[in-house]
């Protein structure tokens, strides 16, 4: 149908022989000419009825004289010409109308649109209902104005029918119903309307359509638009307004902005823009406090559900405790005192036998404890700590592991500042204290001196008719010994310590190390509740399975109740002096609440160390113009060495300058050990640990200096030096290469001999070397033979592989690492 259709008709009728200009003005589209044209084609047509279009036909017979039928006479064709003048005119007029008639369609329609347009702008909920109304409407006026149009075509018709039929019929000598031409003239333009209405894909529905009967309804001009509008709308881009749900965003201490924005269902780029309004520059996947999310949230119009980080932490919520199920437990002491007053001393003659001997120094560099029972059968349980650092750091994490504090004073002494600090500590924690009185033995003890001076610090022995119990003892002859279990075991039973042994096991982390060969083990006393192997727990930023309970006596127990110390095997990772563990009831519990605990650190860390860096750098600046303070890291193999350090380096300093630790820990020293160390400007100090690879190659980068030590003296001393601007040329280790240790081969009358191959620098024979186990130093001497090949070498260059035995030391495993060192003079940098 349609264009197609029409294009034939008209070139038909071109073809006829009508002059050209009359087929012009058909072909330029659809005006008025066209209707003159189909007009003058129905006037003339000669044989009424003809199937197809017949204005060809009629065309020829009219509009060429020479062509016209015989026995016509010149009076007949002049009438014949007449009528075709009047005709004519009679078109032209028709056509005004029919013009007319458009136009005012064509206003009308444009009036339609307009208000289609406006009541599209309307409310979407009325659509559905505005757009059935306005089709109907559409519809009817269509209707409407096909009848009218058609009414007056009719009535046009009907005036020039008397005019022309008659001619026409005398003519053709047979009736000429008028009907037929006006029923082709009526279904030409309707099909050239239906054209041109397909083409325009208004979807309006015409009469034909609608008579046509085939049911199919095209969609309305109004659905096309709001198509479109749709379309356009969402090439645009989110401009369309939805209805806005207000969700309950649950907010915890820090979230990250995309977490955020995942919680409110936004979009993060509106978040970030959001808090670039107020003044913050954020990527998404920084942290943000409470706070700041709180007034983001509100902004975007949700409603804020504050919860507590903790909550993760709720399956291991202290549940209150029955009465009923509490039974008595052993007292748990902590030694303290200065130094060399006898601590360790006393702590042997107590447990009556020796603290392995032989660590380097005599200083007692790890963190134990163990229990004793008295001659009453009462067990006790003591910690014996290096200092009072552990302690504080204990508390400070919560741990408050001392039931009672016995003050270790030398008789022969008096009171020292240490002892003036353990007196702090112990008040600070609301922990009673007993006084005792050692090295009683010595001839230049002074007991009641000492008496006398407690009294200043606000300590009075019940000697001084005060309430604080006081012993006299010597840990050399063993004298006032029981008195003072004695003493211990009294308080404990003025205190009346309690716990349930039936619950969940909760301890606290006495010491941790990552221990060749067994892997992370932490000495934990337990609590609370009754600890087993098998056990699932979470430990600080651990977690992990019981999978060995080790007691003070080295020997494997298989459950540890309250105020037991023992060993804990199982661990994923080295958990701190101070952590808490809890034991759970399913290891994804135990994982959740570690991974939390991590990444809350982490915040923490990152929060804080922003605020360090910067704000502290710039006070330094402003406020210490007189005490230079020195930033140093310190990571150490087992926490009790990095206790010991971080105390030692505390103690360092005058009014001039002060040492700062940034950091310490446990392990090898990692990258963020690096960063943290570049972002302060500090140094690293590693005592018995190593960097790892990727920390060397960083701190090469940024030109962060690592030191290592093998005796705590060494470095303190260093830094003591450094603090005090002492710093000079010193005979100082420098690493000249590093092996790996591929194989180990047995060979006679040698020992172990290691395959290794050099990674870097270059191995040499006479220089002195470090055996290194996850990056941990596990032996240091010299080297007994370097062989490349069979032969003996002096050198090896890295890349080479080599043969290497230690001298007087076996115990080498493949994939240990040797660290082959140089000793030189070389100027001191530290900082
Ligand atoms: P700590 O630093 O507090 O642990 O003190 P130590 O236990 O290492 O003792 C320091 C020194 O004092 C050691 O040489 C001990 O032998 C000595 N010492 C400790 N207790 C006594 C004692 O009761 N009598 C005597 N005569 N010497 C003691």
């Known amino acids: 149908m349609s264009d197609n259709d029409g294009k034939k008709t008209l070139g038909l009728r071109g073809a006829g022989g009508r002059p050209g200009n009359v087929k012009q003005s058909f072909s330029h589209g659809r005006t008025k000419n066209v209707v003159v044209e189909t007009k003058r084609k129905r006037v003339v047509v000669p044989k009424p009825g003809a199937a197809k279009p017949t204005g060809g036909a009629s065309a020829k017979a009219g509009g060429d004289p020479s062509r016209r039928p015989a026995g016509i006479s010149d009076a007949e064709l002049e009438r014949r010409m007449r009528a075709l003048k009047a005709a004519k005119a009679r078109e032209v007029e028709e056509a005004a109308e029919r013009a007319a008639a458009e136009k005012a369609r064509e206003e009308e329609r444009n009036r339609r649109r307009a208000e289609q347009e406006a009541k599209e702008q309307e409310q979407r909920e009325a659509e559905e209902k505005a757009r059935a109304k306005a089709d109907e409407e559409d519809r009817k006026k269509r209707e409407t104005e096909e009848a009218a149009k058609r009414a007056a075509a009719d009535a046009a018709a009907a005036v020039a029918a008397p005019k022309t039929e008659a001619p026409a019929r005398a003519q053709a000598n047979k009736p000429a119903p008028a009907a037929t031409p006006r029923k082709n003239e009526r279904d030409q333009r309707q099909n050239r309307s239906k054209a041109r209405d397909d083409g325009r894909r208004s979807g309006k529905l015409t009469l034909n359509q609608a008579l046509s009967g085939d049911g199919r309804r095209q969609k309305s001009m109004a659905a096309m638009k709001r198509k479109q509008e749709r379309a356009r709308q969402k090439a645009m881009g989110g401009s369309v307004e939805r209805e806005k749900v207000i969700r309950d965003v649950q907010l915890p201490e820090t979230i990250v902005v995309s977490e955020l924005a995942n919680r409110m269902a936004e979009r993060v780029a509106d978040v970030v823009k959001s808090l670039m309004n107020m003044g913050m520059m954020v990527t998404q996947n920084q942290a943000l406090d409470a706070d700041t999310a709180e007034l983001i949230i509100e902004e ?14 709720d399956v291991i919520a202290d549940n209150d405790e029955d009465d009923g199920d509490l039974v008595s437990r052993p007292p748990v002491i902590t030694i303290m005192g200065h130094v060399d007053h006898g601590k ?10 020796k603290v392995v001997s032989g660590e380097a120094g005599g200083i007692t560099q790890h963190i134990g404890a163990y229990q004793v029972t008295t001659d009453d059968g009462v067990t006790l349980s003591f910690l014996d700590t290096p200092g009072h650092a552990a302690f504080t750091s204990m508390r400070s994490r919560g741990a408050q592991v001392t039931d009672i504090v016995v003050l270790v004073v030398a008789a022969d002494d008096s009171v020292m500042p240490q002892t003036i600090e353990a007196i702090n500590h112990a008040k600070a924690a609301k922990v009673p204290m007993i006084v005792a009185i050692n090295k009683i033995d010595r001839p230049a003890a002074d007991p009641n001196k000492v008496r006398a001076e407690l009294l200043q610090h606000e300590v009075i022995v019940e000697a001084m008719s005060g309430e604080v119990q006081d012993v006299e003892v010597s840990a050399i002859t063993g004298q006032g010994l029981d008195e003072l279990l004695e003493a211990i075991a009294l308080q404990s039973e003025i205190l ?11 301890g606290a982390v006495i010491e941790a190390q990552l221990d060749v060969g067994r ?21 600080g930023e651990q977690y992990g399975k019981v999978r060995a309970l080790i007691n003070d006596k080295g ?12 060993e804990v095997l199982g661990l994923n990772g080295t ?16 994982r959740e609440i570690a991974e939390y605990r991590e990444q809350a650190a982490k915040d923490k860390r990152a929060a804080a160390g922003a605020a360090t860096t910067l704000e502290q750098l710039m006070q330094k600046a402003k406020d210490d113009k007189n005490v230079a303070e020195m930033p140093i890291l310190v990571k150490a193999d087992v926490q009790g060495s990095a206790e010991a350090i971080v105390q030692a380096m505390e103690k360092i300093g005058n009014d001039e300058v002060r040492v700062r630790v940034l950091h310490s820990g446990v392990g090898a020293i990692s990258e963020s050990d690096i960063g943290l160390a570049e972002a302060s400007g500090a140094p690293v100090m590693g005592f018995n640990v190593r960097a790892n690879a990727s920390a060397r190659s960083t701190a090469n980068q940024k030109g962060v200096e690592i030191r290592y030590y093998s005796v705590i003296y060494d470095l303190v001393d260093d830094v003591k030096a450094a603090a005090s601007g002492l710093l000079s040329a010193e005979i100082r280790e420098n690493f000249i290469g590093y092996a790996e240790i591929k194989e180990v081969f047995k060979v006679s009358n040698v020992g172990k001999v290691a395959g290794c191959i050099v990674t870097e620098g270059v191995a040499r024979r006479s220089a002195g070397v470090r055996l290194l186990r996850d990056n941990v130093v596990i032996h240091e001497g010299t080297l007994k033979t370097l062989k490349r090949f069979k032969d003996e070498v002096p050198e090896v260059q890295s890349g080479q592989e080599c043969g290497m035995a230690f001298e007087n030391y076996d115990d080498v495993r493949p994939k240990d690492v040797i660290e082959i060192f140089e000793r030189e003079e070389v100027t001191r940098t530290l900082a």
Do not use: C, M, Y
């Open 496 to 506: 009346e310590l309690k716990a349930n042994p039936e619950r969940a096991a909760q």
């Open 344 to 353: 360790t001393s006393l702590l042997d003659a107590i447990r009556d036998a």
């Open 519 to 539: 892997g992370p083990v932490a000495t934990v006393l337990i609590q609370k509740g009754t600890l087993k192997q098998g056990d699932i727990f979470v430990v």
């Open 555 to 566: 020997e494997r127990v298989n459950e540890a109740g309250p105020s037991v110390p023992v």
């Open 300 to 313: 975007f119009g949700h409603k804020v559900v504050r919860v507590s980080d903790a909550d993760v932490e």
């Open 575 to 590: 958990p701190e002096a101070g952590d808490v563990l809890n034991v759970t009831e399913t290891e994804a519990q135990a």
